[in-house]
């Protein structure tokens, strides 16, 4: 095992020993039937340009000296192909993600191996060793490490487990859909964060639009804005339909009103009328704030038929921590919890389990207002009504109190409400 910074500045010889150049860059060939990339030329500076050696005029690489196995007039200069990759220029210092670790790293060395006579890219060095490497320093600092009972050992992720992206595109690790599924959104939102507006581009784009969704709603809508921004319309309306309505709400306000307007336009007529109606409400007040997405039954519903119901519609609500009754004018008459509903008689009549006395905000009372309500009574949501009694939306525990915690912080909160 070598690694490539070891490589880079010496000495090219031909087969006589006239010096051609040093070692500048090392050319691999990467490509789907390689699991890991294949050495086939190195770049030798020299004063008259750069000059691309085929490696299989290479007699010995990993000597004091590389020499070759012929004069340097007899070198038929290598023809870099579509798939091959210079490694100093395009693989180092560039950024990868660490699906493991859930964070973005950088490439800081490549450990190479040589196999029946071939030299592959065996691994992906990431740790501060390899940087000192590249320094000289790597010697020093083991001895340093040596002498106080401590070894410094590289971090290595296997190149098998990275994807070279073309052209000035960054590296990152192979996510297949099922690894990325197991990602957290907010693992996900916090990559985003570390990430170039180009390379996140890059990550957003292997999203499918639900996971996506997902991970939009843990960042902050003015970063949401700028991550859309140079996504078609015909995506970010998929999106939006997918975000919950108030999260998809706060999206728009940020993205300006003609192409607000346009989204709304593609959007599903339903989902369009409940984002419309948020963002009629004051940003700060419980009717921007809530979301249109909640359960609600008839009075007359046994508990069986409830539980049933719940199964039908409950993926396609933000809450079900709380179910509300409501009458045929849509008006709010009680509220259970699913702990209610759960240790009832499966023939018990709902009005029989809900509690007629309600904890409600108004469409134009302040967020403080919403924070208050959680607060003192330890809710998971409060339900909105307008004067007439009738129910408009929920507004969660998050929501309310994102003016009383700081954004970054809620978002770490256990989601025991979704």
Do not use: C
């Not at 500076?45 to 691309?52: F, Q, T």
């Not at 800081?108 to 501060?128: H, P, Q, S």
């Not at 704030?289 to 409950?314: C, F, H, N, S, W």
């Not at 009549?349 to 967020?367: A, C, K």
């Amino acid at each position: 095992m070598t690694f490539l910074s070891e490589l880079t500045g010496k000495v090219v010889a031909d087969v006589n020993g006239v010096r051609i150049g040093r070692l500048d860059d090392v050319i691999a060939a990467v490509h789907g039937e390689l699991l890991h990339p294949r050495i086939v030329a190195l770049v030798v500076k020299r004063s008259g340009g750069p000059l691309l050696i085929p490696l299989a005029d290479v007699a010995a690489l990993l000597a004091p000296a590389i020499a070759l196995n012929q004069r340097v007039e007899d070198v038929v200069p290598y023809q870099p192909k579509e798939q091959d990759a210079h490694l100093v220029r395009d693989v180092l210092d560039k950024q990868i993600i660490d699906t493991d670790g859930m964070r973005v790293v950088r490439v800081n060395d490549l450990e190479l191996t040589r196999v029946n006579g071939d030299f592959y890219v065996a691994n992906v060095d990431i740790g501060g060793l390899g940087l000192m490497r590249r320094m000289g320093l790597a010697r020093p600092a083991e001895k340093v490490a040596s002498r106080i009972g401590r070894k410094l050992t590289p971090g290595i992720i296997p190149w098998d487990a990275v994807e070279l992206l073309s052209g000035d595109q960054p590296l990152r690790l192979k996510v297949p859909s099922d690894k990325i599924a197991d990602l957290h959104p907010a693992d996900l939102a916090e990559i985003l964060s570390d990430l170039s507006r180009a390379d996140s581009s890059k990550l957003l784009d292997s999203l499918n639009v639900e996971m996506l969704a997902d991970t939009l709603e843990e960042v902050e809508p003015d970063f949401q804005a700028s991550l859309v921004e140079d996504m078609s319309d015909e995506r970010v309306a998929d999106l939006l339909e997918e975000m919950a309505p108030d999260e998809a709400a706060d999206l728009l306000a940020e993205l300006g009103e003609d192409r607000s307007e346009e989204l709304l336009n593609l959007m599903e007529q339903d989902e369009a009328a409940d984002v419309r109606k948020l963002l009629t409400y004051p940003e700060n007040s419980v009717g921007g704030i809530m979301t249109t997405e909640y359960v609600a039954v008839r009075p007359d519903l046994t508990a069986e038929q409830a539980i049933a119901y719940l199964r039908k519609m409950g993926t396609e609500v933000e809450t079900i921590n709380y179910v509300y009754v409501t009458d045929r004018r849509d008006q709010l008459i009680g509220v259970f919890s699913l702990q209610d509903l759960v240790l009832a008689h499966p023939r018990t009549p709902v009005e029989q389990i809900m509690h007629e006395r309600i904890v409600t905000l108004s469409p134009l009372d302040s967020q403080d207002d919403a924070a208050q309500a959680v607060a003192k009574y330890n809710l998971l949501a409060v339900p909105v009504v307008d004067e007439d009694g009738r129910i408009h939306g929920i507004v969660t525990a998050d929501d309310a109190l994102d003016k009383i915690i700081p954004t970054a912080w809620k978002k770490r909160l256990p989601r025991m409400y979704r």
